[in-house]
């Protein structure tokens, strides 16, 4: 029996691997620089929806091996919109960046032939503030994508900007400006 069934499974296989719907992995990466950004069992929306996506940015050579949340959408043609919100993980300082991006899949699947972007970064270092800055990015490819695995870091996993301490804010009994905050903070 198990020799009769064996050929159904695996072309029951190929359809699923193979049709649109599959998911599989999703890859962003502006050829300007900076490591892939990827979206972990994905799939392109059908026409004219949207999905929401979670992002990890693959620890390769450019990364700060951050996170970003995200919006895919599509058209009901050949363009898809595509939203984020990105914060490193690693220093000097801290980054995050916002954009929204326009991409063409001409053949109404990736990858992506062409893309606009506009967006803001912020780089800042410790208890600093400063403007965002805004960038045009002509060079966003999409593809799907596969062996990028999730970047760890064991039971000493940190997220630093810079070398003597986890977080970029004052702690209490350090020097503050007058300005009261916006919210209470801790022990207030």
């Known amino acids: 029996m198990l020799r009769k069934s064996l050929p159904l499974v695996a072309a029951l296989a190929f359809v699923l691997v193979g049709s649109p719907d599959a998911r599989a992995d999703i890859c962003f990466q502006y050829k300007t620089g900076g490591a892939p950004v990827v979206a972990k069992g994905a799939r392109l929306p059908p026409p004219n929806s ?3 996506l979670a992002l990890f940015e693959a620890n390769e050579p450019g990364s700060r091996i951050g996170a970003a949340n995200a919006m895919l959408c599509r058209d009901n043609d050949i363009t898809l ?7 490193a993980c690693a220093g000097p300082g801290s980054y995050s960046e916002s954009a929204t991006c326009r991409l063409a899949i001409p053949n109404g699947d990736l990858p992506s032939t062409a893309s606009s972007c506009n967006g803001q970064y912020f780089v800042l270092m410790p208890n600093q503030s400063g403007p965002a800055k805004q960038f045009t990015d002509l060079t966003l490819n999409a593809w799907y994508c596969d062996g990028k695995d999730v970047p760890g870091g064991g039971f000493s996993a940190q997220c630093l900007g810079f070398r ?3 977080f970029s804010h004052p702690e209490l009994g350090e020097s503050l400006s ?3 905050p916006e919210t209470p903070g801790r022990r207030q």
């Open 178 to 180: 007058n300005e009261k």
């Open 81 to 87: 919109v595509f939203h984020y919100n990105y914060d």
């Open 164 to 166: 003597l301490k986890p």
């Open 50 to 52: 949207c999905v929401p």
